[in-house]
C-alpha cells in the first residue's frame, strides 16, 4: 500500500475474487481479497517494476481467557452494526464461527475506516490489540456510517442532491 507519499512496509496478498470489468486497453476493474499479511524486508528495483522480499506474518492465536472471550463478544456486536448500518445486516448470522483475527480483519473490510487505519491495523500483529484499537474507533465508525446511509438515501437517481 502505498500512502503519504511512502510505500507501507506491511501489506497483504490479493485474491482476485471476480473481474468486475474489462477495458479496450486492457484494464480491468476486480474484486479483490487479503489474503496474507506480509512485511517486506527488502526491496529489488531489477526490473521495471518494484518487487521485494517478503516474510509472511502470522497472527498468535486467542486463548480461552474470559477476557479474550469479552474482546470478541464486543468486536461480534461492532461487526453486527457496522452491517447493521451498510444495509447487510442478513450476514450478521454466518460471524459466530470466526477466530479474532478473522474478526478484525472483516471489521477493517466491512466499511466506515480510512486507508490509514486500514493500513494502521495491518501492521498490527496480535489480534487482541487490532480488535481493541477498532473498538476505540466504535462510535466514530457508526457515526460515519449513518451519515453515508443518510446522504445516499436522499440522493436523487441522477446522484445529485
Do not use: W
Amino acid at each position: 500500500f502505498a500512502g503519504e507519499g511512502r510505500l507501507h512496509s506491511v501489506g497483504c496478498t490479493a485474491d482476485i475474487m471476480e473481474v468486475l470489468k474489462r477495458y479496450e486497453d486492457g484494464r480491468m476493474d476486480i474484486l479483490t481479497r487479503g489474503s496474507r499479511r506480509f512485511l517486506v524486508e527488502a526491496y529489488s528495483e531489477e526490473r521495471v517494476f518494484l518487487q521485494g522480499k517478503v516474510r509472511f506474518l502470522e497472527d498468535p492465536p486467542l486463548g480461552p481467557d474470559d477476557a479474550d472471550a469479552d474482546l470478541i463478544q464486543k468486536a461480534l456486536r461492532f461487526l453486527k452494526n457496522i452491517l447493521l448500518a451498510v444495509s447487510r445486516e442478513d450476514e450478521a448470522g454466518q460471524l459466530e464461527k470466526l477466530d479474532a483475527a478473522q474478526l478484525s480483519y472483516l471489521i477493517a473490510a466491512s466499511g466506515g475506516f480510512n486507508a490509514g487505519e486500514k493500513q494502521s491495523f495491518l501492521e498490527i500483529n496480535d489480534p487482541r490489540e487490532r480488535l481493541t484499537r477498532q473498538l476505540e474507533l466504535e462510535k466514530t465508525v457508526i457515526d460515519r456510517l449513518e451519515v453515508n446511509k443518510r446522504l445516499t438515501q436522499t440522493m436523487h437517481p441522477n446522484g445529485k442532491l
